[in-house]
């Protein structure tokens, strides 16, 4: 039967390119991530979904080191990308973000140009040798991101001043300019629109070719749209990881089924 | 599975008030199937026919079953254990509507049949087999009502009893073709009498396996046990 499943839900690949191993995080007093155990695949769209405050955006924040910036978090356990751990000594944060990068959940274009918003990235971390260059990194970046067509001639006018879902995808372009290996989006279309939604969608799944993917949602259809894998959190708990599908039709979890399907559980 | 009322609770009416739907359908056929039967043993054209006017009530429900379960996946869109109760109730509904079908035409050959002589002790045993099949049919609902997917299994397990009642009628009525040819026309309405009832059974497995399906998340993986030989019969 297996054969038979919808082609385009096939991943093809088994190779973890994240893999989490007991991995705790303090707020304080606050215990907010119990013992996380996952691998994430390599070209694969993972989302994470849970009730509010269950530590899903939480261990998203882990997987570029962004809760080293919040003082009263501590991080125990290991994360590796490829096989080497983020947290070692001898790892540089802001190198580790040109490989991991991030989209939030509002559009947060720097208050520079649409072409500098993108270009920004490359930039600082030495990836070009001249103009030229450059302007092939953000024309590729903006094509990816769908928005190449829609920015091309107004390229030098200010990124705030392009409609919500634009932006969205104008930080997405930022985030692929730096050519990551890993995407991380925290809810990134609670702002959008359906159609701006159903773009960033679309975008999801075809970067999935070139990365991993891992998106955290309130809204379960999108989850259930673009993933392949889910990843069920309650109160600080992975509680369930497996095929989106299985999860959606057939969860192992009553804890997870309750959430899924709106219970009070 | 769980249970758990939602916390909106328009979804919980909204799949309450389509199950209790298939169960009036249910209760419908269940009755259809025994008046049909009745009305052959009885040799009566009133209950015949009322079995055939029936019938249209229970088309009715199932194209309301159908209308309510697309308004649902589209309003509530239903995941997990509720979206499974959804596609069930449509497959329930669908295997239900054959079953009325079924009882209908029971009830027209049998307004054909009283026309002529009955043969033999037939109808008798037509009867029990209805009598049977309408117990599997009701266990089948009753098991989709509860829950019950060890029920549900039983039925399954059940369903190789019909097939050899029907296996045994068949040969009967073989017997009486060869005995005197004059009976072969009766004997072929009785003949698709039996298969029909036979097919009823074989919906009241497909209910149960859909409660398999509900309870547990995937239909029974092995071959259920097969008990009617007469695909293989040469008359010999």
């Known amino acids: ?265 | 599975m769980q249970t758990d009322p939602h916390i909106l609770r328009a979804f919980d009416r909204d799949l309450h008030s389509v199950q209790a739907l298939v169960v009036r359908m249910g209760a419908l056929v269940e009755e259809a199937i025994g008046k049909a039967a009745q009305a052959l043993h009885g040799r009566d054209d009133a209950l015949a026919n009322s079995v055939r006017r029936e019938d249209a009530a229970i088309d009715a429900l199932e194209e309301q079953i159908n209308a309510d379960c697309a308004r649902l996946i589209a309003l509530r869109q239903p995941n997990a254990g509720d979206l499974r109760t959804v596609l069930s109730v449509m497959k329930v509904a669908s295997n239900l509507e054959r079953c009325g079908d079924y009882a209908k035409n029971l009830g027209k050959r049998t307004t054909v049949l009283n026309q002529s002589a009955p043969i033999g002790g037939l109808s008798a045993s037509v009867l029990r087999m209805a009598g049977a099949v309408q117990q599997q049919l009701h266990a089948a609902l009753d098991a989709y009502i509860k829950r019950d997917a060890d029920l549900a299994a039983s039925v399954r397990a059940r369903d190789s009893e019909i097939d050899q009642i029907y296996s045994a009628l068949f040969r009967e009525i073989l017997t009486h073709m060869l005995e005197d040819p004059r009976t072969i026309t009766g004997c072929m309405h009785l003949h698709f009498i039996a298969k029909n009832i036979e097919r009823v059974g074989d919906h009241a497995t497909g209910i149960a396996e859909q409660v398999i399906y509900l309870v547990t998340g995937a239909l029974p993986a092995d071959q259920r046990p097969k008990g009617d030989t007469t695909a293989f019969e040469t008359g010999a």
């Not at chain 1, 955006?57 to 994360?79: H, K, P, Q, W, Y």
């Not at chain 1, 970046?141 to 932006?167: H, Y």
């Not at chain 1, 359906?194 to 379960?220: G, K, N, Y």
């Open chain 1, 1 to 265: 039967m297996n054969d038979m499943r919808i082609v385009e839900r096939d991943v093809n690949t088994q190779k973890a390119k994240i893999t989490a191993r007991g991995v705790q995080v303090h707020y304080g007093t606050t215990h907010a991530l119990k013992d996380v155990n996952v691998d994430i695949l390599a070209n694969t769209v993972t989302a994470f979904i849970g009730p509010s405050g269950c530590g899903k955006s939480t261990f998203l924040r882990c997987l570029n080191r962004m809760n080293d910036t919040v003082a009263s978090a501590r991080v125990s356990g290991e994360i590796l990308i490829d096989g080497e751990n983020i947290y070692d000594k001898r790892v540089d944060p802001v190198q580790l973000r040109a490989k991991v990068g991030m989209v939030f959940q509002k559009p947060n274009p720097f208050p520079k140009s649409i072409y500098d918003n993108v270009a920004y990235g490359p930039k600082i971390h030495g990836m070009t040798r001249n103009k030229a260059e450059l302007d092939e990194i953000v024309e590729k970046a903006l094509r990816k991101a769908a928005l190449w067509n829609e920015a091309k001639d107004r390229l030098n006018s200010p990124g705030t001043g392009l409609s919500g879902g634009q932006q969205q995808r104008l930080c997405i372009a930022r985030a692929i300019a730096t050519a990551p290996e890993v995407l991380l989006m925290d809810e990134p279309c609670s702002a959008l629109d359906p159609i701006a939604t159903a773009q960033v969608e679309e975008l999801i799944d075809e970067l999935r070719a070139s990365f991993s993917v891992v998106i955290v949602t309130h809204s379960m259809q999108q989850a259930a749209r673009v993933s392949q894998r889910t990843a069920f959190f309650h109160l600080g708990n992975l509680v369930e990881y497996g095929e989106t599908g299985t999860i959606f039709t057939n969860p192992s979890d009553p804890r997870t089924e309750s959430y899924i399907s709106g219970r009070i559980g």
